[in-house]
């Protein structure tokens, strides 16, 4: 059973960052496809950040050039720094992996961006 646990939300001021943690268990595999999502009240889960097994990345528009997505694969994490943080950014952020055609979720991180 694939296991996803988020860590690093919090409250920040508009312009500061954070860096949000997901560590996968639960599985003697690597990993190959794994990022990150957010969802605010009444709205659809929207993607921020995944990174694929080839290597590419796609990252929402709204955060290219503010968010960094990682992996350690060996570790079976990804992480995700951000950096320059609005209000809008203001969510819940998940972690996904999708591992043989079935996606897995952890439980949330709170990010809030305000003065």
């Known amino acids: 059973q694939v296991r996803l646990v988020e860590s690093g939300g919090g409250l920040v001021q508009p312009g500061g960052s954070l860096r949000l943690s997901c560590a996968g268990s639960?599985?003697?595999?690597?990993?190959?496809?794994m990022g990150w999502y957010r969802q605010v009240p009444e709205k659809e889960r929207e993607m921020v950040a995944f990174q694929f097994g080839d290597g590419v990345i796609h990252y929402r528009n709204s955060v290219k050039g503010r968010f960094t997505i990682s992996r350690d694969k060996m570790k079976n994490s990804v992480y995700l720094q951000m950096n320059d943080l609005k209000p809008e950014d203001t969510a819940v952020y998940f972690c996904?992996?999708?591992?043989?055609?079935?996606?897995?979720w952890g439980q949330g991180t709170q990010v809030i961006v305000s003065s």
């Open positions: 639960g599985m003697d595999f690597s990993i190959r496809r």
């Open positions: 996904k992996a999708l591992v043989n055609g079935l996606n897995y």
